[in-house]
């Protein structure tokens, strides 16, 4: 199992940035993916998450109106889309598989990050 | 909302001590949705356990998890000099997650 993320980018405060992550070595649309951050020092943030079986989405409130979490089947890649982007949201951004035939579950394979910096 | 909360916030032992971590968590949940990750510096959090108790695949067998209800926690005994790093706990459910803040296992 490899999860595959894009590489480091640099974007300006008020853009917004998509980071992919392509998978490999499992059927894809029976496990969903899920979306976690880490700001310089600090912990693990849960950002977002979708079900490769059902397509079905859920976001904690913090980022419900910024996070957009999306699939390609065809390429079993997954899509993060963070909006209105502040020096905040600077941060190394990891997708992880998790949840099982829309069964949710731990995440068992995580993507190597991808560090987003937003600057002003 | 469920909040979870890990002390100590850093450890300090030396190789070959045993290490227990605590994960303490707002409401009362199931354990079968309590998680433990590792991470290391400069790397992707490693799943260890996963329902309180059961280890991921390849993980040694000095990393224990227990507890129910409240109160979980991460034993390892005999530690590796591989093992100082940082260690998260997670509670999912509803296809909602959240961590822990963390606890550092330095060596002393």
């Known amino acids: 199992i490899q999860l595959v993320q894009s590489g480091p980018v640099v974007k300006k405060s008020g853009a917004s940035v998509t980071v992919s992550c392509r998978a490999s070595g499992y059927s894809f649309s029976n496990y969903g993916i899920a979306w976690v951050r880490q700001a310089p020092g600090q912990g693990l943030e849960w950002m977002g998450w979708i079900s490769g079986f059902s397509g079905n989405t859920n976001y904690p409130p913090k980022f419900s109106d910024r996070v957009t979490v999306t699939l390609d089947k065809v390429n079993s890649r997954a899509f993060l889309e963070l909006r209105s982007l502040t020096s905040d949201d600077t941060a190394i951004y990891y997708c992880?598989?998790?949840?099982?035939?829309?069964?949710?579950?731990?995440?068992?394979?995580w993507g190597q990050g991808t560090q987003v910096t937003v600057s002003s | 909302e469920i909040v979870l909360t890990q002390f100590p916030d850093t450890l300090s032992l030396s190789p070959g001590e045993r290490a227990t971590l605590s994960c303490r968590i707002s409401q009362s949940v199931s354990r079968s949705y309590v998680v433990w990750y590792q991470q290391k510096r400069g790397q992707p959090p490693r799943l260890l356990i996963h329902a309180a108790s059961t280890r991921a695949t390849g993980v040694p067998d000095r990393f224990s998890g227990s507890g129910s209800e409240t109160d979980f926690t991460l034993t390892i005994d005999r530690l590796e000099p591989e093992d100082f790093a940082m260690y998260y706990c997670q509670q999912f459910g509803d296809a909602l997650w959240a961590f822990g803040q963390g606890t550092r296992v330095d060596i002393k």
């Open positions: 992880a598989r998790g949840g099982h035939y829309g069964v949710v579950t731990w995440f068992d394979s």
